[in-house]
């Protein structure tokens, strides 16, 4: 069975940090990636990553702030968020496809598998 679970949302104020992690089972995901969604908007790619790791892809939003990682031995996936702001809250989701180059690692719409989403709330 596959499942993507998310941990370590909660309710943090503006320029706290906050570290997300997903833990996949059931696949051996290759593309792998946070996105989040805020009441009355669309789902929005945060952060992607390769099986490899190296060629992390950030939104211009989360430049220099956040940063996403991938233990492929525990099959997890991390956020580390910095200098959280107001207009990061969110649910944030976690991601994944099995192919390498799934344009997962660019759009939700082409992520094969999620979780069920954790929330963030950031107060000012």
């Known amino acids: 069975q596959v499942q993507l679970v998310e941990s370590g949302g909660g309710l943090v104020q503006d320029g706290a940090s906050l570290r997300l992690s997903c833990v996949a089972s059931g696949r051996t995901f290759l593309t792998m990636g946070w996105f989040r969604q805020a009441p009355g908007k669309e789902r929005e790619k945060v952060a992607t990553i390769r099986w490899s790791g190296s060629i992390p892809s950030y939104a211009d939003s989360v430049k220099g702030r956040f940063t996403i990682s991938r233990d492929n031995d525990k099959n997890a996936m991390y956020l580390q968020m910095n200098s959280l702001k107001p207009e990061d809250t969110a649910v944030y989701y976690c991601?994944?496809?099995?192919?390498?180059?799934?344009?997962?690692?660019?759009?939700?719409?082409?992520?094969?598998?999620w979780g069920q989403g954790t929330q963030v709330t950031v107060s000012s």
């Open positions: 991601a994944a496809s099995e192919s390498l180059w799934s344009d997962c690692y660019n759009s939700p719409r082409n992520c094969d598998y």
